[in-house]
């Protein structure tokens, strides 16, 4: 079993930047791709972008070229790079490893100030 707890959140002003933290302990050698979400108030969770066992990432059209992935190699932290945040980014984040039996953070927030 994947245990992951996320770090980072916090109020930033729009146009600033954040990283989100995703540390993760336990059966790490079973992680072969990695992925963050958000949850905005009264609204659905949904994708933000992924990190697969080559390192390739992939990320929502919305975040596209403002949030970067990354980890270290042996999957013990995962990051999210977020720059150039927008209120609408305002959510809880979350991160998720894919490798059955998936696992989620518990989150963090994030809430961008216009």
């Known amino acids: 079993q994947v245990q992951l707890v996320e770090s980072g959140g916090g109020l930033v002003q729009a146009g600033g930047s954040l990283r989100l933290s995703c540390a993760a302990s336990?059966?790490?050698?079973?992680?072969?791709?990695m992925g963050w979400f958000r949850q905005a108030p009264g609204k659905q969770r949904e994708w933000v972008g992924s990190?697969?066992?080559?390192?390739?990432?992939y990320y929502a059209d919305s975040v596209k070229g403002r949030f970067t992935i990354s980890r270290d190699t042996a999957w013990n932290t995962m990051y999210l790079q977020m720059n150039t945040l927008q209120p609408e980014d305002t959510a809880v984040y979350y991160c998720?490893?894919?490798?059955?039996?998936?696992?989620w953070g518990q989150g963090t927030q994030v809430t961008v100030s216009s």
């Open positions: 336990g059966s790490i050698f079973s992680i072969n791709d």
């Open positions: 990190i697969d066992s080559g390192g390739s990432t």
């Open positions: 998720k490893s894919f490798s059955p039996p998936s696992a």
